[in-house]
């Protein structure tokens, strides 16, 4: 209704000043100038009118020039004059959206990232090596490394097991280890010593379990890192 009595206006002003202009004398000019003059406003009324669509409180799809106060909030379509839609307007997002909408974004921005890495890792492997070969090199020069570290930590232990037999051996002679019932206690220097002993064993044996892991780790990543290096030099030479 607006828009009707807004366009019916429009075109007595423009006949209106069209008669001052052209005046009586001109008669079939002013009429010619008039249709193009009525044609243009209509077709400048039917572009720029809008209609909405929002949705009632039954679920029900309504059309107007406005969306009424009271569904303003919920979300509504502008459509142009073949009906279809040129803009949606989104309601208030509900807690429950919000929260949906932030986890999506969260898993784009990961996703991302993750992409992002792996771009940087493959131009690393590009930059850094030029043949598979050159990897398994660095590969087994790291391997070799931890594995000479390994030897010594083993010999430590070797050294340190036989140690503490000695030392359990020398202990039966005292309270506690010992059977007798009249046995003197433990002098505290041995068993300062065997208590050290035991501990520095204790860690031996994590240093090289540590070793052991941080090997396997070695030998998981430059697998991947080969295969990787493979399947981009077989891209590369398939794009020149």
Sequence with gaps: MH?????????????DAMMRVVGAKSGWVMMIAACVLLHSVALFASDTTRVYRWTDDQGDYQYGDTVPPQYAENGHAVLNKQGVAIE?????????????LQRVAELKAK?????????LRDKVLLSTYLSVNEIEALRDRRLELIDGQMRITQRY??????????LEREAQRYSPYSSKPNAKPIDEKLAREFSDTLNSILLYEKNLAKSREEQQQITT??????QRFAELQGLTSNLK
Excluded: P, Q
Aim: charged share 35%.
């Design 157 to 166: 232990l070797d050294n340190l097991r036989e140690k503490l037999i000695k």
């Design 221 to 226: 990543k430059f697998a991947a890192d080969i």
């Design 3 to 15: 828009a009707e009595s807004c366009l019916g206006a429009l075109k007595d002003h423009w006949v």
């Design 111 to 119: 996703h991302s990232a993750k992409l992002a890495k792996a771009a």
């Design 88 to 100: 949606i307007v989104r309601g208030k997002m509900t807690a429950a959206e919000y929260e949906e």
